[in-house]
T-cell receptor, first 111, second 112 residues
């Protein structure tokens, strides 16, 4: 029973355009949300996070939006660059530190 | 600064064999977790620990055991390997109250 869902397995975007990745969750006890980026043959690396008391967090080209009422978050990457091609995982945790991940979205940035 | 170290990087086991995947971190992190990554399934939590002597089950704990006798180490034991345990295993650690887990580079396990 996956409590974090990424329903788009892949996304193709042109270089310079915006990438929008979506994530839904079912557990109302989640209070912290994160995005991770993963290249092949490497471990995931932390990208950006947001607390449940906020609705937006920005870090350079990356912005995460949280809609608690809809149990939905999204990651915006602007502008997209070739080095952004990777698998992106959405993750969520409750106050006990148990981090749960979605299935991931493969992003391909084309020239 | 080693971060999270996983050994071995690759392993082939026969069905029924047992083995231990090692994980060590040198950042004095309280939280540690084990995940497996399978195609189309993302990262699924096997077991996690919030401190030495404290462990709990994740989403897919069956067939795996853990213990946490020190802050630094969190080994994952496969009791009797099955082909369904063929996967890439990741260990991760985090400071308490900060959930930006640091991941190791993974162990690719094949059970034949």
């Amino acid at each position: 029973d996956q409590q974090v869902k990424q329903n788009s397995p892949s996304l193709s975007v042109q270089e310079g355009r915006i990438s929008i990745l979506n994530c839904d969750y079912t557990n109302s006890m989640f209070d912290y949300f994160l995005w991770y980026k993963k290249y092949p043959a490497e471990g995931p690396t932390f990208l950006i996070s947001i607390s449940s008391i906020k609705d937006k967090n920005e870090d350079g080209r990356f912005t995460v939006f949280l809609n608690k009422s809809a149990k939905h978050l999204s990651l915006h990457i602007v502008p997209s660059q070739p080095g952004d091609s990777a698998v992106y995982f959405c993750a969520a945790t409750d106050s006990w530190g148990k981090l749960q991940f979605g299935a991931g979205t493969q992003v391909v940035v084309t020239p | 600064n080693a971060g999270v170290t996983q050994t071995p990087k690759f392993q082939v086991l026969k069905t029924g064999q047992s083995m231990t995947l090692q994980c060590a971190q040198d950042m004095n992190h309280e939280y540690m977790s084990w995940y497996r990554q399978d195609p189309g399934m993302g990262l699924r939590l096997i077991h996690y620990s919030v401190g030495a002597g404290i462990t709990d089950q994740g989403e897919v704990p069956n067939g795996y055991n853990v213990s946490r006798s020190t802050t630094e180490d969190f080994p994952l034991r496969l009791l009797s390997a099955a082909p369904s345990q063929t996967s890439v295993y990741f260990c991760a650690s985090s400071k308490r109250d900060y959930y930006g887990y640091t991941f190791g580079s993974g162990t690719r396990l094949t059970v034949v």
